[in-house]
């Protein structure tokens, strides 16, 4: 992913320079002054450094855990966003919408209960692993006699 990073940087560049009207950049009102330019650099910057650690946060979750997880995460998280936007914004809960809601709910919990099985499943053969290595290999005892000095 680093070597396409400045090849992606390069073509960019090289587009905006053939394709944006660069003539008409003075008259936008986010770069006819100099305090203007500062301010729309810095929230450039601020929004691309809050995008960067917000891959660099992904990456590292889903090293720890899984992509499931973290898409489980993004499922949920879309699903609180409508609620948010219904309950708090007023927006309109169209059936659609419902739809959606439902199917991503009914996905969520069918993986969590598919991984539930799964892990006492994984619980129930470890259990019987070590009830078979117990019965196959009986504990040996050795009595020592005393030593006498």
């Not at 944006?20 to 301010?39: L, M």
């Not at 889903?62 to 993004?74: K, P, W, Y």
């Not at 919408?97 to 969590?112: E, H, Q």
């Not at 539930?116 to 006699?145: F, S």
Request: charged content about 15%; aromatic content about 14%.
């Amino acid at each position: 992913m680093s070597y396409v990073t400045p090849v992606m940087a390069f073509v960019t560049a090289l587009l905006s320079l053939l394709l944006d009207p660069w003539d008409q950049f003075t008259k936008n009102s986010y770069f006819n002054s100099s305090w203007h330019i500062a301010r729309s650099c810095f929230l450039m910057l601020f929004g691309g450094t809050l995008a960067f650690f917000m891959v660099l946060t992904e990456y590292i979750l889903v090293s720890i855990t899984s992509a499931v997880t973290v898409t489980l995460a993004g499922v949920v998280k879309e699903a609180v966003t409508i609620l948010v936007a219904v309950f708090y914004l007023q927006d309109e809960f169209t059936w659609l919408k419902g739809a959606g809601l439902l199917t991503i709910m009914v996905g969520v919990s069918l993986f969590n209960w598919y991984k539930y099985l799964k892990l006492q499943k994984g619980k129930l053969e470890e259990d019987e692993a070590a009830i078979a290595l117990t019965a196959n290999h009986a504990a040996k005892y050795v009595i020592l006699d005393k030593m006498e000095d």
